[in-house]
């Protein structure tokens, strides 16, 4: 399993499709352009378990600009923005 | 020798059930439903534990964490760091975990530890746990985290029973030992490795199965569509307004047949006079018009409840955050705003949630134009009395269908002042993130279901009891005194204050088409939105003198034009008509102005409503 991923390219959260399955790589605030500073948007994402290692599975898709997206991380459902998800880099 | 009282609190992520466990060790009955964010406040309550110790225990807010990133999560913090003026620290934290879901609680406890506390991980809803098959080595966790490990399911009889006696053990030995709080908010790097700490715990001693929650899958795949999903909370919408309608009306039919006869009885009984008036037209046509409704709103409080209960309102804000973000809404506010449904004060209480300063405001400020439940006597009112009780297409019941209109033109409404809001205030404005858990379905339990239900029909029949009932009395006191001279041929009421006071009134609100009647009843409407159905009770009820045993919405039909009806409606989708939410509004912006301002904006849109519906609908023949 593990070796799989190893060989997938890294890409943000916040472009994956629905049903797109992966592990965090490591977390890029700068990267997303959220309205928080880069040190909340990371201390909130870790606090909602978004750490190296999670596993994680986009499980639904909104209407509008397929925003926001439910990710399952481990065994909890969070739902984010796309833009924040930009954040979380998975492979 | 009395011990001292033992101060205990409860701190735990979101959902966690501290709330049921809180109400399942007090006896309490304080709000428990299946979505994050439900509890916005402090709540203390007693209790005893099987060795005689007596107990307060002290509900909080929940939270991922000490850091108070919302009003309510600074309550929590507050508290547990003994910040709040005047607060004991407690002597025992208990923190609650979710067991199906440990990684974030058991990152939250690590943290707690640094505060020094004395700490207990009681592990909740252990019942579902073991139905998906997760297993805990509790000896083993309570050794690797170094604090009590004990298991509860609050929400079966004597699920708390190992708590309440690991209280009693750990009392007993609890210590004076004065401890270090070393607790300061956690860097990225220390919160990395708080988390990576707890998931290796977590690795060592529970053992998780490869068997998710498939029916909350399964279920999540129809409501989260993006197209069937909104289609799926569209119909909810409707259903839930024309039942309010069509299924309570039978109920209603009976409440209001049981006031006709009581008040014949009067009639029947007392002499004619005074007394006979007060009890006819005061009480039993004012304060009974009003408890007529109480079917409705007991419908509309089952809806929603039922709907928090199964886990459907994180799902409806994920479904609806880019939607309301057009108009400058954030996705958390969808909740406070459904809530504002059933009564505007929770809702805006439930604002606290929000943690951006800009959206929590707009969201307190367009809460009152959802329809609360205080309108639907008044909407149903007048619906009944001008809209013919026909079907349309067959099968939707017309006066329904305007209903639905009138709770459709409140939430445009809200929608439109938001992005007014956003567009000439809040130009600068980057949208806050939105991230919310959306968690596992539950079966609704009957038993909250029905306190919930129970609770809010006690709080409606008090309200008619006390303010409605008060007020009442004031108006049949205006309406009937000073009494006629001799040998007056005009009905009586035209001589008394009301009637002094509505004509000084009625040059003002002429021009939307209301009469001194109607001007009468929307001032002590200022208590509460009900009121003016029963003044108008009242009103017409003296005015009409000894006939007048008729309905009052018949009385209504003959009194006045289809314009001054749909005027009227137009008037309450917006009329700040409610003393209370003011005063929530004050409380929790924390300042007069935003009060006024939002008295001033309903107002102003009340006005130019009424103006704009009257005036069109005397143009088209309807004066
Ligand atoms: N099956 C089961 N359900 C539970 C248990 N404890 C709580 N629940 C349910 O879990 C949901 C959340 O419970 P609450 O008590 O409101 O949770 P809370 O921690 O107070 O939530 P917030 O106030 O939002 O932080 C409700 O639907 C409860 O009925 C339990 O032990 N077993
Ligand atoms: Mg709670």
């Known amino acids: 399993m593990t070796d799989t991923h190893d060989m997938r390219r890294e890409m943000p959260l916040g472009l994956a499709q629905r049903g797109y399955t992966g592990v965090i790589r490591h977390l890029a605030a700068k990267e997303a352009g959220s309205a928080l500073s880069d040190i909340e948007l990371e201390s909130r994402l870790i606090e909602l378990g978004f750490v190296e290692g999670a596993r994680v599975e986009v499980l639904h898709e909104g209407l509008v600009g397929r925003d926001p997206i439910a990710v399952r991380v481990d065994n909890i459902t969070i739902a984010v923005r796309r833009r924040e998800a930009m954040a979380i880099i998975v492979a | 020798m009395e011990l001292p009282l033992l101060h205990l609190a409860l701190v735990g992520t979101p959902n966690s059930g501290k709330t049921s466990l809180f109400n399942a060790l007090t006896g309490s009955r304080q709000k428990v439903a299946n979505y994050p964010g439900v509890t916005v406040e402090r709540k203390e309550g007693f209790f005893v534990t099987p060795l005689g110790r007596q107990v307060s225990i002290v509900d909080l807010p929940g939270t991922y964490s000490l850091r108070g990133r919302s009003p309510d999560e600074e309550i929590t913090r507050d508290f547990v760091l003994g910040k709040a003026s005047g607060e004991i620290v407690p002597d025992l934290v208990l923190c609650v975990a979710d067991s199906t879901n440990l990684r974030l609680t058991i990152r939250l406890l690590l943290e707690l530890k640094r505060t020094g506390r004395p700490l207990v991980l009681v592990l909740n809803m252990f019942d579902i746990a073991s139905r998906r098959g997760i297993s805990v080595d509790v000896v083993r966790l309570a050794k690797e985290l170094g604090v009590p490990v004990v298991t509860s399911i609050a929400v079966r009889k004597g699920g708390t029973a190992d708590l309440l006696k690991l209280t009693d053990e750990i009392s007993a030995r609890l210590a004076s030992e004065p401890r270090e709080n070393s607790w300061r908010a956690l860097s990225v790097p220390e919160l990395r490795a708080t988390q990576r700490e707890a998931d290796r715990i977590i690795s060592d001693c529970v053992s998780l199965p490869a068997r998710p929650d498939t029916l909350t899958a399964r279920i999540d795949a129809i409501v989260l569509h993006p197209v069937g999903g909104l289609i799926v909370l569209a119909l909810i919408l409707f259903v839930m307004f024309q039942a309010v309608f069509a299924w309570a009306q039978p109920a209603m039919d009976l409440l209001k047949s049981g006031f006709d006869a009581l008040g014949a009885f009067v009639q029947a009984t007392l002499p004619d006079g005074l007394l006979q008036s007060f009890l006819q037209n005061g009480v039993i046509a004012g304060v009974g018009s009003v408890i007529v409704f109480l079917p409705q709103i007991i419908l509309i409080f089952l809806f929603i409840l039922l709907l928090e209960d199964f886990g459907y309102m994180a799902r409806a804000a994920f479904l609806m955050d880019r939607i309301m973000g057009g108009a400058g809404l954030h996705g958390r506010a969808f909740i406070p705003l459904l809530s504002s449904f059933a009564c505007a004060i929770p809702g ?86 939105f991230m919310l858990e959306l968690p596992d379905y539950k079966v609704p339990r009957l038993k909250s279901i029905a306190i919930g239900i129970f609770t809010r029909a006690k709080m409606f029949l008090q309200r008619a009891g006390t303010t409605i009932f008060s007020m009442m009395v004031l108006i049949w006191f205006l309406a009937s005194f000073p009494q006629p001279p001799a040998g007056a041929t005009e009905p009586a009421i035209n001589f008394s204050l009301a009637a002094i006071i509505g004509k000084a009134i009625e040059p003002l609100l002429a021009p939307v088409g209301f009469n001194w009647q109607i001007a009468v009843a929307l001032i002590p409407g200022m208590a509460a939105r009900e009121v003016a159905v029963a003044a108008l009770g009242t009103v017409y009820a003296i005015e009409g003198g000894k006939e007048a045993a008729e309905q009052i919405g018949q009385v209504l039909a003959s009194k006045w034009s289809l314009a001054t009806a749909l005027s009227m409606l137009a008037w309450y989708i917006f009329a700040p008509q409610c003393a209370s939410t003011l005063a929530v509004i004050r409380r929790e912006t924390g300042s007069w102005t935003w009060m006024a301002a939002t008295f001033g904006y309903m107002l102003v849109l009340a006005y130019a409503a009424s103006l704009l519906t009257y005036n069109v609908a005397v143009a088209l023949g309807a004066g």
């Open chain 2, 348 to 433: 805006i209480m439930a604002t606290r949630v929000i943690d951006n300063k800009r959206d929590r405001l707009t969201t307190i400020l367009i809460a009152p134009l959802m329809t609360c439940s205080a309108r639907i006597p008044v909407y149903t009112l007048i619906i009944s009395a001008f809209i013919p009780a026909r079907d349309v297409w067959g099968f939707i019941n017309l006066q329904g269908l305007v209903m639905f209109g009138l709770y459709a033109a409140g939430i445009t409404s809200a929608l439109v002042v938001s992005f007014l809001i956003k567009f000439f205030m809040l130009r600068d404005y980057a949208p806050a993130p």
